[in-house]
């Protein structure tokens, strides 16, 4: 069983910036690709961006491209969420995901691991 716990949410104005982290459990992984999600109120939960089991390769929804970015410490089994100029619209808890495949997935449902999930809140 893996568990992730994610952290760093919080408060902010808008065009400020946040960085989340989720620490995982186990020995593997190394061979988990890592997504991160979001979720506002009343909608449904969103693909933000995804990264590779190695690091090499990352991948952001068009909302966050360029703003958000996505890294990984293996060492650390650490998944970090780096979000500059923030806006009222990422609004959102925020969760990090495991994926035991080796593949880039956008559905949420192909993630077989969740974070419990932080709150991110913009203020205009």
């Known amino acids: 069983q893996v568990q992730l716990v994610e952290s760093g949410g919080g408060l902010v104005q808008a065009g400020g910036s946040l960085r989340l982290s989720c620490v995982t459990s186990g020995r593997t992984f190394s061979r988990y690709f890592m997504g991160w999600f979001r979720q506002a109120p009343g909608k449904e939960r969103e693909f933000v961006g995804a990264i590779s089991p190695g690091g090499a390769y990352t991948y952001y929804a068009d909302s966050v491209k360029g703003r958000f970015t996505i890294s990984r410490d293996n060492a650390k089994n650490t998944v970090y969420l780096q979000m500059n100029s923030l806006k009222p619209e990422d609004t959102a808890v925020y969760y990090c995901?495991?994926?035991?495949?080796?593949?880039?997935?956008?559905?949420?449902?192909?993630?077989?691991?969740w974070g419990q999930g932080t709150q991110v809140t913009v203020s205009s």
């Open positions: 995901a495991a994926r035991g495949g080796g593949a880039l997935v956008y559905e949420s449902t192909g993630y077989d691991y």
